[in-house]
């Protein structure tokens, strides 16, 4: 069974067992990571959306120990082989690409890449048959509604901060046209001003009859049916 293990902001380690990856691996500095260091996971996988510092975070360190393969932008993906990463996945939107696990799209995201001349994107996952959506760092857009016809989305992983990413009322548009499931709120509340209340996100979702909503606390672990 998949399970999913939130670390704060906007990195998660998904897992079944066999195949483990983790998005957006932001560690050191991050207040979400409790315990764990770059060295302490083991993952064979390693997702990154774009290359600002609370994103790209202990790519590099991770890949090395785990030696793991790193799936980003070809920007991204370059840079990280600069510093050192040997497997490397490219990619960019709209590409699809299979993996031991099943296949990953890369989609769209209205964000800096971090990166001269890239640009950010998040993912789509089909992984052991379960559909999840990681935004990544977005304001919203109206192709949401397009990804929510080509792929079927069981869990989305949506920021909700605002300032640098969509809002609580954006995001909840955003839940609208993907049609996922259960969402999962991220990218919050890691400083002053990404403040955000996700209960009253999970009402207003909830309230609208649009998905299941799970508020996860750093640490927490959820299983994915």
């Given at each position: 069974?998949?399970?999913?293990?939130?670390?704060?902001h906007?990195?998660f380690?998904?897992?079944?067992g066999?195949?483990?990856?983790?998005?957006d691996?932001y560690i050191?500095?991050?207040?979400?990571?409790?315990?764990h260091?770059p060295?302490?996971?083991?993952?064979?996988?390693?997702?990154?959306?774009?290359?600002?510092?609370?994103?790209?975070?202990?790519?590099?360190?991770?890949?090395?120990?785990?030696?793991?393969?790193?799936i980003s932008?070809?920007?991204?993906?370059n840079l990280?082989r600069s510093?050192?990463?040997?497997?490397?996945?490219?990619?960019?939107?709209?590409?699809?690409?299979?993996f031991?696990?099943?296949?990953?799209?890369?989609?769209?995201?209205?964000?800096?890449?971090?990166?001269?001349?890239?640009?950010?994107c998040?993912?789509?996952?089909?992984f052991?048959?379960?559909?999840?959506?990681?935004?990544?760092?977005?304001?919203?857009?109206?192709?949401?509604?397009?990804?929510?016809?080509?792929?079927h989305?069981?869990?989305?992983?949506?920021?909700?901060g605002?300032?640098?990413?969509?809002?609580h009322?954006?995001a909840?548009?955003?839940?609208?046209?993907?049609?996922?499931?259960?969402?999962?709120?991220?990218h919050?509340?890691?400083n002053e001003?990404?403040i955000q209340?996700?209960?009253?996100?999970?009402?207003?979702?909830?309230?609208?009859?649009?998905?299941?909503?799970?508020?996860m606390?750093?640490?927490?672990?959820?299983?994915?049916?």
């Amino acid at each position: 069974m998949a399970k999913l293990l939130y670390l704060g902001h906007s990195c998660f380690i998904l897992s079944n067992g066999g195949d483990s990856l983790i998005f957006d691996p932001y560690i050191n500095g991050n207040p979400g990571a409790g315990e764990h260091t770059p060295l302490s996971l083991e993952v064979n996988y390693v997702l990154v959306s774009h290359a600002h510092g609370d994103h790209l975070g202990d790519a590099v360190e991770i890949c090395q120990h785990n030696n793991a393969i790193l799936i980003s932008t070809f920007e991204v993906g370059n840079l990280c082989r600069s510093q050192g990463v040997s497997r490397i996945h490219t990619g960019h939107i709209g590409g699809r690409a299979n993996f031991p696990f099943g296949y990953l799209r890369f989609t769209p995201a209205l964000h800096g890449a971090g990166v001269a001349g890239g640009l950010a994107c998040g993912f789509y996952l089909n992984f052991h048959q379960v559909g999840i959506y990681f935004a990544g760092d977005t304001g919203l857009f109206s192709d949401m509604a397009l990804l929510a016809q080509l792929e079927h989305i069981d869990y989305a992983l949506l920021p909700i901060g605002d300032n640098y990413t969509m809002g609580h009322s954006d995001a909840v548009l955003a839940v609208e046209m993907l049609q996922p499931r259960v969402v999962i709120p991220m990218h919050y509340n890691t400083n002053e001003l990404i403040i955000q209340d996700p209960h009253l996100f999970k009402a207003d979702v909830e309230a609208k009859g649009l998905s299941q909503v799970e508020v996860m606390k750093p640490g927490q672990e959820l299983e994915l049916k």
